[in-house]
Structure formats: C-alpha cells, structure tokens
C-alpha cells in the first residue's frame, strides 16, 4: 500500500486547511485510515480515524475543530481527508497518513503543517 498526502502549508492562527492522502495498492475491504501528526521534540499523536464504513475518532484535544472524512466515490474511495479549522499554533507539526489492516500498517510521507500566531 502507497500513500500521497498533501495540502500541508503555512496558515494563520485561525485559519483553515485540508489534507488528503490516497491511497493506492492492494487496499483492503476493512481498512482503518487516520491522521496522525508530529511536532519538534514530542512523540507522534492520533489525530483523527476513519473506518471503511466512515466511522470516525479524535483525539479529545481538537475540541471539534478537524473533520476527517472519506470519498465514497467508486474511482476516489480510499481517499481520505482532514479538514482542520480554527487551526492554532499548537497544530503546527508534520501530519503522516496511516493505513492500517489486520495488524499491519503503512505510513505516508509526512506533510508539513505550520500556523503563525
């Protein structure tokens, strides 16, 4: 399984922005896709996840400020996206993909999110 994430950038505190990460390879029918993100010096956080059947979990400190959402179009359906508003300094991190299926896991390449204050 292949990652693409993209739509990271630079953004002013209250601003808006949206990733997205296809998928692409051998994709399972009972897949788990999420949002995880990374800052200088902490561990890698969850973010956001999203079952086959666009069941979702966040991490409790968005305070319902990120989406994460699936295309159900046939042509686009493993593609996933996080929409993240009211962004604050404290977004700024390197946000990675995940895929995972029955124990294994695969991670995109990373894209670099960055709030100004």
């Known amino acids: 399984v292949q990652l693409q994430a993209s739509g990271g950038g630079l953004v002013q505190a209250g601003g808006s922005l949206r990733l997205s990460c296809a998928a692409s390879g051998t994709i399972s029918s009972s897949n788990v896709m999420s949002w995880y993100r990374q800052a200088p010096g902490t561990q890698r956080e969850l973010v956001a996840a999203?079952?086959?059947?666009?069941?979702?979990?966040?991490?409790d400190s968005l305070e319902g400020r990120f989406t994460i959402s699936r295309d159900l179009r046939d042509n686009v359906k493993n593609t996933v996206y996080l929409q993240m508003n009211s962004l604050k300094p404290e977004d700024t991190a390197v946000y990675y993909c995940?895929?995972?299926?029955?124990?294994?896991?695969?991670w995109g390449q990373g894209t670099q999110v960055t709030v100004s204050s």
């Open positions: 999203i079952s086959r059947d666009s069941s979702t979990k966040y991490a």
């Open positions: 995940n895929y995972w299926h029955d124990g294994t896991t695969y």
